[in-house]
């Protein structure tokens, strides 16, 4: 039963280096969401796809891009990395976009840009 | 849009003690309210919810209660054991997003 998985758990850049984080989730979910976590910052949102072939930005876009692949899957890009954007990545789906249902989170992606 | 906010920030008890997180949210429509418990290396995971046809919801040692009047809802953990140290989030609905506080730090210190 794997919910939602992240790849690569870990990673370490240098400023300038580009890369995609790749999130899949196997609950037959419409809705996926990337965040990033930093240090007393909470959870903010990068970007979010209500349903298979639409992405929309939330709180914090700049610098990234996302992809929509299929229903499955939802990946995030980094195409010239920067130091603050050393963070823990999240994904998550949901259900359907509405407002009664929980999100299902993975356990993260570790990136630290040098 | 939505705004929660969550406190304390951090919060240590003696184990066996209670411990209680409060949240505010700002928009009268929210209607569900769940809380997530995130241990370290790991993402949240939702550990109780509430939706606001209820005033409270209990679930073995943990329970949320709900004042829609004041729009704030909280998280109750009774008897805490060593395992209940984590972050926790609440958390309210944003047009089809989820909104969250900025966490509460839990220690339980045996």
């Known amino acids: 039963n794997a919910g939602v998985t992240q790849t690569p758990k870990f990673q370490v850049l240098k400023t300038g280096q580009s890369m995609t984080l790749q999130c899949a989730q196997d609950?037959?979910?419409?809705?996926m969401y990337w965040y990033r976590q930093d240090p007393g910052m909470g959870l903010r949102l990068i970007y979010y796809?209500?349903?298979?072939?639409?992405?929309d930005k939330g709180e914090v876009p700049n610098g990234y891009n996302v992809s929509r692949l299929n229903k499955r899957e939802f990946s995030l890009r980094l195409e010239s990395a920067a130091p603050s954007q050393t963070s823990v990545y999240f994904c998550?789906?949901?259900?359907?976009?509405?407002?009664?249902?929980?999100?299902?989170f993975g356990d993260g992606t570790r990136l630290s840009i040098l | 849009g939505e705004n929660v906010e969550q406190h304390p920030s951090t919060l240590s008890v003696q184990e066996g003690d209670s411990a209680v997180i409060k949240c505010t949210y700002s928009?009268?429509?929210?209607?569900?309210f769940p809380w997530y418990k995130q241990e370290l290396g790991k993402g949240p995971q939702l550990i109780i919810d509430i939706r606001s046809n209820v005033g409270e919801k209990k679930d073995q040692r943990i329970a949320v209660t709900l004042n829609k009047t004041a729009k704030h809802f909280s998280l109750h953990i009774t008897e805490t054991q060593p395992e209940d140290s984590a972050v926790y989030f609440c958390?309210?609905?944003?047009?089809?997003?989820?909104?969250f506080g900025a966490g509460t730090q839990v220690v339980v210190t045996p």
């Open positions: 609950m037959n979910h419409n809705s």
């Open positions: 958390a309210a609905p944003s047009w089809g997003k989820l909104q």
């Open positions: 928009d009268s429509a929210s209607n569900y």
């Open positions: 796809s209500a349903s298979e072939g639409t992405t």
């Open positions: 998550a789906s949901m259900g359907r976009p509405t407002n009664n249902q929980p999100q299902h």
